[in-house]
């Protein structure tokens, strides 16, 4: 894993609809749409949050954790418009020994059944592969929540399994965990 591409200079992915670039202090009120919106989290380890200085600071903490080289934390943006916030995608737990890295998406609801998250993993998975020399990428889902599987297998993910009892998500106690990837061998561009 060639870990200085990710880490050299926050790294700026682009396509043809989609930009994942930084999230800066001035998007505090998209990240606030989605981080205080209780559907958003319905189905993820983190617990909304309704106080507006409380997610200013996680912008800040966003930075903290990729000085610190622990996590990526993208904003999906449109091409067209690069300073609207559709939503975010984050890059986790790198195990340098076995070469693997640990992915996580959510978009603001109004962003939802558009296609953006499939696109959004997409891309990230090409930089993966491609630019960081990555050999798995996983990720783990609550089983209830169907459209996150779906945006996995569309993108080349395989179901291995389920984690019972796995782990403790704030908000939601110890829960079930399925859990995908997709190894470079199986990538296909």
């Known amino acids: 894993m060639n870990i200085e591409v990710v880490f050299e200079q926050f790294p700026i992915l682009k396509s043809d609809d989609f930009v994942l670039k930084k999230i800066e202090d001035h998007h505090l009120d998209d990240v ?3 981080y205080s919106n209780d559907n958003v989290f319905e189905y993820c380890g983190i617990i909304p949050k309704h106080n507006r200085d409380t997610v200013k ?4 903490h966003f930075e903290r954790d990729f000085t610190k080289r622990s996590r990526v ?4 943006f449109a091409s067209t418009d690069s300073d ?6 984050e890059l986790l737990d790198f195990n340098l020994k076995i070469n693997m890295v ?7 609801e109004a962003q939802w ?14 930089f993966l592969f491609t630019d960081v020399n990555v050999n ?4 783990e889902v609550m089983p209830a929540n169907e459209n996150s599987k779906k945006v996995l297998l569309k993108n080349g993910f395989i179901k291995e399994g389920m984690l019972r009892q796995a782990t403790l998500w704030s ?5 079930d965990l399925e859990i995908y990837s997709i190894l470079k061998e199986d990538y296909v561009q």
């Open 102 to 108: 640990s992915i996580g998406y959510f978009l603001a």
């Open 57 to 60: 600071n996680m912008i800040g």
């Open 84 to 89: 609207r916030l559709l939503g975010i995608i």
């Open 113 to 126: 059944g558009r296609g953006i998250a499939t696109e959004a993993v997409r891309m990230l998975v090409e």
């Open 136 to 139: 798995r990428i996983q990720a």
């Open 171 to 175: 908000g939601k106690g110890v829960v």
């Open 32 to 34: 606030y749409e989605i």
């Open 73 to 76: 934390k993208w904003g999906v």
